[in-house]
Nanobody, 125 residues
């Protein structure tokens, strides 16, 4: 059974930084794309970023491009999301997720079938 456990959320002032981590277990981590999504109160879950199984390909939502960086350490079965220049509108629960697609890159939420429990990020103005 695939398990994803996020950590690193918290309260930060606007302009600050946080780094989220997601530890994965249950299958060969290095064979699957990993993604980050977020859900703000009373809004739908949105795509934030994704990284291919080998780390060679990354993709970002326009709203975070240039501020967030996704990375992964396949030796540690962990994916990271470095968030800089945070804004109040980044406030949300952030979810780590992975896809069922073997060695395929995808940003479609419907392709992600394993999800973490989420970690709260709150950015104060």
């Amino acid at each position: 059974q695939v398990q994803l456990v996020e950590s690193g959320g918290g309260l930060v002032q606007a302009g600050g930084s946080l780094r989220l981590s997601c530890a994965a277990s249950g299958r060969t981590f290095s064979s699957y794309t990993m993604g980050w999504f977020r859900q703000a109160p009373r809004k739908e879950r949105d795509f934030v970023s994704a990284i291919s199984w080998n780390g060679y390909t990354t993709y970002y939502a326009d709203s975070v491009k240039g501020r967030f960086t996704i990375s992964r350490d396949n030796a540690k079965n962990t994916v990271y999301l470095q968030m800089n220049s945070l804004k109040p509108e980044d406030t949300a629960v952030y979810y780590c997720a992975t896809t069922w697609r073997f060695m395929e890159f995808t940003t479609l939420a419907n392709d992600y079938n394993y999800w973490g429990q989420g970690t709260q990020v709150t950015v104060s103005s």
